[in-house]
């Protein structure tokens, strides 16, 4: 780390964060770049070469009972900031490989080790309460096929004031989502511990777009989503071998 006389700007040329269990390797983050405190800018890369299961079980401790399995997580990307300007900028690719997620107290399915991969570009302005999406896609998989595949076919503007929305002469931008056989018991990850609520079996497919209208201020959903053979518990309900189709 260098800095000039009056310490009003930071340079940070190999910070490293490192966490280990016993001998191992559990995490390593590094982080490189220009901080200047007053007023706040920050340029920084931030390098996560080195996330596995040691470091993810001591999170799923704290969160709960999870687990983590040999779960593995690498994360390259960038984040600016200007106090000045009110603005916040990032973009980064985020992978994960051999995902597993095992918990004693929430019924969740024994499926095969997924592969997430997921980048993004986005900007912030506060001042002008306006968020641009510029880029946003996710894929998840099993090794056998892919289960959810999500992408921004072009750039969004979200905007509180209809002033500062963006027109765009070749229509609206568009998420679309595709999901395919996807196991609703993984929705026991967000029940509570207390394992009253549970998704019991279920699958989902869906083909869907949601379309962002003008500023964000509308978003039209549309496409087909089917649901199999959903067994939901929960309190003073029980829905069994439930399907729908819209």
């Given at each position: 780390i260098q800095t000039n006389r009056d310490g009003s700007a930071w340079q940070l040329s190999n910070f490293t964060l490192e966490q280990h269990a016993g001998k191992q390797l559990a995490a390593r983050i590094l982080i490189t770049g220009e901080i200047t405190p007053q007023p706040l800018t920050a340029e920084l890369t931030i390098l996560i070469p080195h996330l596995k299961n040691m470091a993810l079980d001591l999170v799923g401790a704290l969160l709960g009972d999870y687990k983590f399995g040999n779960t593995s997580v690498t994360y390259d990307g960038t984040i600016q900031i200007s106090a000045n300007n009110s603005t916040f900028a990032s973009h980064g690719r985020l992978s994960v490989k051999d995902a597993v997620v095992s918990s004693a107290t929430r019924k969740l399915p024994d499926l095969p080790p997924l592969t997430i991969d997921a980048s993004h570009d986005c900007n912030l302005?506060?001042?002008?309460?306006?968020?641009?999406?510029?880029?946003?896609?996710?894929?998840?998989?099993?090794?056998?096929?892919?289960?959810?595949?999500?992408?921004?076919?072009?750039?969004?503007?979200?905007?509180?004031?209809?002033?500062?929305?963006?027109?765009?002469?070749?229509?609206?931008p568009a998420l679309i989502v595709k999901v395919n056989q996807l196991d609703l018991r993984l929705l026991n990850l967000l029940a509570g511990s207390d394992g009253k609520t549970n998704v019991q079996s279920g699958l989902m497919e869906a083909d869907?777009?949601?379309?962002?209208?003008?500023?964000?201020?509308?978003?039209?959903?549309?496409?087909?989503?089917?649901?199999?053979?959903?067994?939901?518990?929960?309190?003073?309900?029980?829905?069994?071998?439930?399907?729908?189709?819209?």
């Open positions: 302005n506060h001042s002008r309460q306006v968020i641009d999406l510029n880029q946003f896609n996710l894929s998840v998989g099993d090794g056998n096929r892919k289960i959810i595949d999500g992408r921004l076919d072009k750039p969004a503007r979200l905007a509180r004031d209809n002033s500062t929305a963006q027109s765009n002469s070749e229509g609206s869907l777009t949601a379309s962002i209208q003008g500023n964000g201020e509308q978003i039209k959903i549309s496409g087909p989503l089917k649901l199999q053979n959903v067994d939901l518990v929960t309190p003073g309900i029980a829905l069994a071998n439930v399907a729908a189709v819209q």
